[in-house]
């Protein structure tokens, strides 16, 4: 019988104690976990009682009688304190020197302003900022970094950790021979176990499981000696995730984001019982958008209306773990514009683990297959349904079907709008969603909510003249959930607009003036941009000086133009700090790529986009600088171009500037933009802007423009050539 040859005992001990020692830190990622939770829970609580500090404003001193602390108050009235606040602002040293408060009382100040505080930070939210000055709000930001990072290291290790821990116990336990003396001293079949132990141990130490635990490990380190810097960068590009958690830690400001106007409180509180399953979910879910995740799988079959901004995608894509999680083969169907195919798949990339396939262009076939056969999410455009949708209707079943901009179905004739229709009974949930607002637009909004609920209709279309009123939102309820920024985003930075009044030059007038006697009205609203050399052109050098200011400041600039020879030349006149144009020509996936070197490029980059193509569809909150080239006839375009960098995820103030040109059509574009002012801002809260819109570009108003402009010129173009 062979003899088993002895093995390195050192080699053995080394290898069992470096398993059992990343054992033991793998546990940490999650035992550790509540402690980190905890430290960061206080830390926030800390800085709501700062934030809640100007609410004292409103507190009289006189309210510290009611305290029965003996305060001399008329004392502290008569030295100028006549607000907590004022006492808050003071140094126990200031407040020492009045004569006849004590020690005492100052601390019974301190006390009862303490308590305050805790009572008003349900009132505050912190808004975090990345001011060099704000020292305290950049530590915040750098302890809410690690968290987060450990967190979504802790999601991933979580579900293995008592795996590992048994695995590692069961192979370290299994190595029966520990010493050369007890090797010698042990029979044949003990040594053969013990090799054979060892064995499976290297084996292990090779596997993949031990890759993804040694990695993990890895990256908790990292994570835990993350630098401010670091930090920083991770809030610039993932910021929403970090009010996610400030919501959650603090629980400031759930409740009442739940309870919407539009929504009673018994359904509301029906919504918010549904029992959601975010374990492969990965991202952070604000307390709004965790409502609107669990509105769309209680109601099943529902409108998903929130502004711009506010995250549908992110919504969707949670509800769409929920089921997978349930339904192992579920499958999932999302309809999109082009423009955002490519954003929606890696969006569900990002944010779980759902399989993905994009059913367009070449590979239409094969990916069809594979969706059909492994379940998981697919991502079609409107154009591509009509090579589909015979081979789903009938023949297979979706979880859910998502149908993105769904006000492109409003149409009942159209082929699109027929073959969306044509899924109604393969799909068990059904998820339309559009930023569009629909309230005041009551025959789209019927034929969108005649797809999911066709019962509510009538009801709705009875009721349409008292579509302002409460009432009818909450009858809206079950079907139709809208909520706005200002509502949900209460830390948005500010927003500023400016109009920028440029002189024209002499070569700006010369081309303005041929195109004001050819009486074109397309070639008039270039102005400014018309000759080729846009060194002579007023709007171009202040456009030029704008983003010289924004590389300076730290800021990315987003360019809009209607028209596409202005992209071009404003290209072609910046140079080498533009690092693209979109317009309508430019493929779904090169824009995505655009989209991505600008957010990833350096301060001072600039994206210049066709206002009809990057107003709508893409998330450009890199963009902390907006400037318009000339004036938009729709208000609509004006707003969904300013909402692309203005938006949940944006952490810079956003200044935004109209080049315009004086005596020029500019001013009667603007001016009636001005006077419909009040009408559209009514139109934005209510969501039906394109009402508003349509009016200002009727043909009689740009006939008129048309002609005081040219007798404004004639004269002056009659004297030159004279």
């Not at 009688?65 to 602002?89: C, F, H, P, Q």
């Not at 018994?266 to 952070?284: H, M, P, R, T, Y």
Request: proline share 3%.
């Amino acid at each position: 019988m062979a003899v088993e040859r002895m093995p390195d005992f050192n080699e053995i001990k080394n290898l069992i104690g470096n398993l059992e020692k990343l054992d033991q830190s793998f546990r940490k990622i999650t035992t550790e976990y509540d402690g980190h939770a905890e430290k960061l829970r206080t830390e926030l609580a800390e800085a709501l009682k700062k934030e809640s500090a100007h609410f004292l404003v409103e507190i009289p001193v006189e309210e510290l009688k009611n305290s029965k602390a003996g305060i001399r108050t008329g004392l502290l009235e008569s030295v100028g304190y006549r607000t907590l606040y004022d006492l808050y602002t003071a140094s126990d040293w200031k407040l020492q020197n009045i004569e006849g408060i004590g020690e005492k009382q100052i601390a019974s100040i301190r006390s009862i302003l303490s308590e305050f505080l805790v009572r008003l930070s349900t009132r505050a939210r912190i808004r975090l900022t990345m001011d060099r000055d704000d020292v305290q709000r950049r530590k915040l930001i750098h302890r809410i970094a690690k968290f987060r990072k450990v967190e979504q290291i802790r999601r991933e290790a979580e579900p293995i950790t008592e795996d590992v821990h048994e695995d590692i116990m069961g192979l370290t336990e299994s190595v029966m021979i520990r010493s050369r003396l007890h090797w010698i001293f042990s029979f044949g079949n003990t040594k053969r176990e013990t090799i054979r132990a060892v064995g499976e141990i290297l084996a292990y130490c090779n596997g993949e499981r031990y890759n993804l635990v040694k990695s993990l490990v890895s990256q908790y380190g990292m994570a835990l000696a993350m630098n401010e810097d670091e930090a920083l960068a991770d809030f610039k590009k993932n910021s929403a995730s970090y009010y996610a958690i400030i919501e959650r830690l603090t629980g400031v400001g759930t409740q009442q984001k739940l309870l919407y106007s539009s929504i009673s409180s018994e359904l509301a509180e029906q919504i918010n019982s549904f029992a959601l399953d975010l374990g492969g979910f990965k991202g952070d879910l604000r307390a709004y958008q965790e409502f609107g995740t669990k509105y769309i799988l209680a109601m099943k079959r529902v409108l998903l209306g929130d502004e711009m901004g506010l995250g549908k995608t992110i919504q969707a894509i949670a509800a769409m773990t929920h089921i997978y999680r349930e339904q192992e083969f579920a499958r999932f169907l999302v309809v999109c514009p082009a423009s955002v195919m490519i954003n929606w798949c890696r969006e569900i990339q990002k944010f779980s683990d759902l399989p993905v396939n994009l059913l367009h262009g070449p590979h239409l076939e094969d990916e069809f297959l594979s969706w059909r056969e492994l379940g998981g999410a697919a991502v079609t455009n409107y154009e591509s349904m009509g090579k589909i949708v015979d081979r789903i209707d009938g023949q297979m079943s979706l979880s859910m079907l998502v149908i993105d901009e769904a006000h492109y179905i409003k149409n009942p004739e159209a082929k699109r709008t027929q073959y969306i229709h044509m899924l109604e009974d393969e799909s068990e949930r059904i998820l339309l969603m559009t930023g569009t607002p629909l309230e005041n637009r009551v025959d789209e909004m019927c034929e969108l909510i005649g797809f999911v609920r066709p019962d509510l209709v009538e009801t709705v279309r009875a009721n349409a003249g008292m579509r302002h009123v409460p009432q009818f939102k909450e009858m809206l309820a079950p079907v139709y959930l809208r909520r706005q920024r200002d509502m949900v985003l209460e830390e948005l930075p500010p927003i500023t607009e400016q109009e920028e009044w440029c002189e024209m030059t002499a070569e700006d007038r010369v081309e303005y003036g041929a195109q004001v006697l050819a009486g074109s009205f397309p070639g008039m609203r270039r102005v400014a941009f018309l000759q080729k050399n846009l060194s002579s052109s007023s709007k171009a050098v202040r456009l030029a000086e704008l983003c010289a200011q924004a590389r300076d400041e730290g800021r990315k600039v987003l360019i809009y133009s209607y028209f596409r020879d202005t992209i071009q030349k404003v290209c072609d006149f910046l140079g080498d700090c533009v690092i693209g144009s979109i317009t309508g020509s430019v493929p779904a996936v090169e824009r995505q790529n655009l989209v991505d070197r600008f957010s990833d490029g350096p301060d001072g980059s600039v994206l210049v986009c066709q206002v009809q193509s990057g107003g709508t569809g893409l998330n450009i909150q890199a963009a902390a600088v907006v400037i318009f080239c000339e004036p938009q006839i729709k208000p609509s375009l004006t707003w969904q171009a300013i909402s692309r960098a203005y938006r949940m995820g944006q952490v810079q103030s956003v200044l935004v500037y109209h080049l315009l040109c004086e005596d020029t059509v500019d001013e009667a574009v603007r001016g009636i933009l001005v006077s419909k002012q009040a009408e559209f801002d009514l139109f934005a809260q209510d969501s039906a802007m394109a009402e508003a819109a349509d009016g200002l570009a009727d043909q009689e108003w740009i006939r008129q423009v048309v002609e005081r402009e040219r007798r404004k010129y004639l004269p002056a173009v009659i004297s030159e050539d004279l």
